[in-house]
Nanobody, 120 residues
Framework: QVQLVESGGGLVQAGGSLRLSCGAS????????MGWYRQAPGKQRELVAT???????NYADSVKDRFTISRDNAKNTVYLQMKSLEPEDTAVYYC??????????????WGQGTQVTVSS
């Protein structure tokens, strides 16, 4: 079994910054793509950013030039640095990881979510 634990959410004023972290632990051989998604009240979960094991990144248009995703493969951890936050960024942020186990099977795991609230 694999657990993803997020941290770093909170309340911030518009224009402020936050850094989210997500660490993976458990039965892990390696981790493929890791990413961050978010879900605002009354809306569907949406992609924020992803990063491959090799470091290739992909961002939603709404966060480009404001958010930066990074990872530490040795620590099985992914980060999301968020700057110039806007009230529209308010959501529960979820970490996602594609984990390869020792049997060569890839499973998709999600964290429990961390609340980010941006006040105007």
């Amino acid at each position: 079994q694999v657990q993803l634990v997020e941290s770093g959410g909170g309340l911030v004023q518009a224009g402020g910054s936050l850094r989210l972290s997500c660490g993976a632990s458990g039965s892990i051989f390696s981790i493929n793509t890791m990413g961050w998604y978010r879900q605002a009240p009354g809306k569907q979960r949406e992609l924020v950013a992803t990063i491959t094991r090799g470091g290739s990144t992909n961002y939603a248009d709404s966060v480009k030039d404001r958010f930066t995703i990074s990872r530490d493969n040795a620590k099985n951890t992914v980060y999301l640095q968020m700057k110039s936050l806007e009230p529209e960024d308010t959501a529960v942020y979820y970490c996602n990881a594609g984990v390869l186990n020792r049997l060569g099977l890839v499973y998709d795991y999600w964290g429990q979510g961390t609340q980010v609230t941006v006040s105007s």
